[in-house]
């Protein structure tokens, strides 16, 4: 413990407000259990560390199996009191409501926490992250109120509708990239069609989701709607993904994990939706807008230090354009400032962990082996400490290469040549993933017929990276199943029942 105040000092320097600062002095955290915050049963907790500087943030109640057994426990009792599906809509919408609000009055708080914990730039968690956790909860809210069953044209002796019932009780496992934002993509549908919650924050970012829960305190929630167990995949993950008594289970990470979770639903038939990686393909072709083209295929792919399922990480670049293309977009990421993600000026922070500067640095040394040729970056960032990758463009990549098949997830772009639009297709769609894609071209019949043709959830056309709480959100093939945001989720988190009434 003493180490850690001792180094509290040292890991939030910069940290500008007083409020992100008390937070992390009233470590260990706990977890939310039933509207109280509770040490884990084992009364283990774990470190979560700043990646810039690789001090210790704060300790957190690890949570295992017998803290999601409890949770569930809490959890059932909430649902089957219908504490809150048998709230009036109004009065559950001005819950969802109160979140948003919450979430914008300590905006400033939650950005600082945001960045301390994951590294990213605090330009992005302040403009990206906090804002569009509010209004995912905002958006959530308006459907509350127009969740509509169906009168059907049944027989007229017969009086037939459909109801849209809660799932039940829903277990949430999230990853570390937009911690805040994932936590809100999970949370704000599922309490707006009437389910409760366990929500499971990666062990590498557990701050936000924690403070999270604490406005979620605030806003009068009852108790046992919103569970929070920090702790690891293996123990409260799996205990999550394991339980009997969960109804169904939300799940954002890599695919490796995706399909251990698909195959612990079997127990009982969970509902499943998956978020997974992906590999997403950005493609230019010779008469696109050249400079929207680089601006937005840097955005694509260094944003988040490209630690973004939907990353446009295989940059195809018609082959006429390719020097000069990969050239512009070398030149762009020459200009991205590496550093401190609490300067506001810094456009590039460290990655998330050791683990996954570990990684991509092996990536780095598999595309060089693999003959391709960085034409920038290629290298660890030159920081003292901080887990800092130089933005990164590859050239010479062909889509056989490891870089061009598996995710990265980091500050790496692979540009690959293509010669016309029947074999940028082909290679675009030539991957085990299937989660986003982009055209960048001025003739809008090539876009549209390119935008048909790919196998994925989200194409973008002469923009990159653009989500919006209305539109939904997922992936084609390996990247998963089930869609995210706007009206699909509310399928997600719904069941449908027929009711049949005999008439006469
Ligand atoms: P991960 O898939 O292991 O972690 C995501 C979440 O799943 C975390 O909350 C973790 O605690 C939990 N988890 C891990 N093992 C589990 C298990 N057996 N049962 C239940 N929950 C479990 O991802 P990780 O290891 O952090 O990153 C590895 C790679 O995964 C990344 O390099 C990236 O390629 C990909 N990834 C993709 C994400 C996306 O947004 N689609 C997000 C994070 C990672
Ligand atoms: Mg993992």
Not at 140 to 154: D, H, L, R, W
Not at 341 to 349: A, C, E, F, S, W
């Amino acid at each position: 413990m003493a180490s850690v105040s001792a180094s509290l000092e040292s890991a939030t320097r910069g940290a500008k407000s007083s409020a992100a600062l008390e937070f992390l002095k009233s470590a260990p955290k706990k977890l939310l259990i039933n509207g109280k915050w509770v040490p884990s049963k084992s009364g283990k907790t774990f470190e979560t560390l700043n990646p810039a500087n690789e001090q210790v943030l704060a300790l957190v109640a690890e949570g295992d199996k017998a803290d999601v057994d409890e949770a569930v426990k809490y959890a059932r009792k909430a649902f089957e009191d219908f504490k809150w599906a048998n709230l009036s809509p109004h009065a559950r919408a001005r819950f969802l409501l109160k979140i948003a609000d919450l979430i914008e009055q300590h905006a400033d708080e939650l950005a600082e926490l945001e960045t301390l914990d994951n590294g990213k730039p605090l330009f992005e968690s302040a403009n990206i992250d906090i804002p569009g956790a509010a209004e995912t909860f905002r958006y959530y809210a308006g459907f509350v109120t127009k969740i509509y069953g169906e009168t059907n044209p049944s027989d007229p002796s017969m009086f037939n509708y459909t109801l849209r019932e809660p799932v039940g009780v829903c277990g949430q496992i999230i990853p570390w990239n937009f911690p805040l934002l994932m936590a809100s993509w999970k949370i704000a549908p599922a309490l707006a069609c009437g389910n409760v919650v366990i929500l499971k924050p990666a062990e590498q970012t557990p701050l936000t989701a924690i403070r999270l829960g604490e406005l979620i305190c605030e806003a009068g929630l009852p108790e046992g709607v919103v569970q929070i167990i920090t702790g690891f995949g293996p123990g409260a993950g799996s205990s999550i993904a394991e339980h009997p008594d969960i109804d169904k289970v939300a799940f954002t990470g890599s695919t490796e994990v995706g399909k251990i979770i698909l195959k612990a639903s079997a127990g009982n038939l969970k509902r499943v939706s998956l978020e997974l990686g992906g590999k997403s393909p950005n493609i230019i072709f010779p008469d696109a807008d050249m400079p929207s083209a680089v601006f937005g295929s840097a955005l694509g792919i260094f944003l988040n230090q490209g630690q973004v399922c939907c990353a446009g990480s295989r940059v195809f670049v018609q082959e006429s354009v390719y020097d000069q293309f990969t050239d512009s977009l070398s030149q762009m990421a020459s200009t991205l400032t590496l550093g401190n993600p609490l300067d506001p000026n810094t456009r590039m922070g460290p990655l998330v962990s050791k683990e996954q500067h570990d990684r991509v640095k092996g990536y780095l040394k598999a595309g060089k082996a693999e003959g391709a040729k960085a034409k920038i970056g290629g290298e660890p960032g030159k920081q003292e400490a901080g887990y800092f990758i130089q933005p990164t463009v590859f050239t010479g990549v062909n889509n056989q290469m490891k870089i061009a098949r598996e995710e990265i997830f980091g500050p790496v772009a692979s540009a690959i040549p293509f010669k016309d639009e029947t074999d940028v297709v082909l290679q675009g769609n030539d991957t085990d993933y299937g989660l986003a894609a982009a055209v960048w071209t001025k003739d809008i019949n090539r876009a549209l017929t390119v935008a048909r043709k790919l196998k994925a959830g989200t194409v973008w056309i002469n923009t990159y990276g653009i989500l919006d709480p209305m539109s939904p959100f997922g992936g084609y093939k390996q990247s998963g199943f089930g869609r995210e945001l706007g009206k699909y989720a509310i399928d997600l988190y719904t069941q449908i029942k027929s009711v049949w009434c005999k008439i006469g």
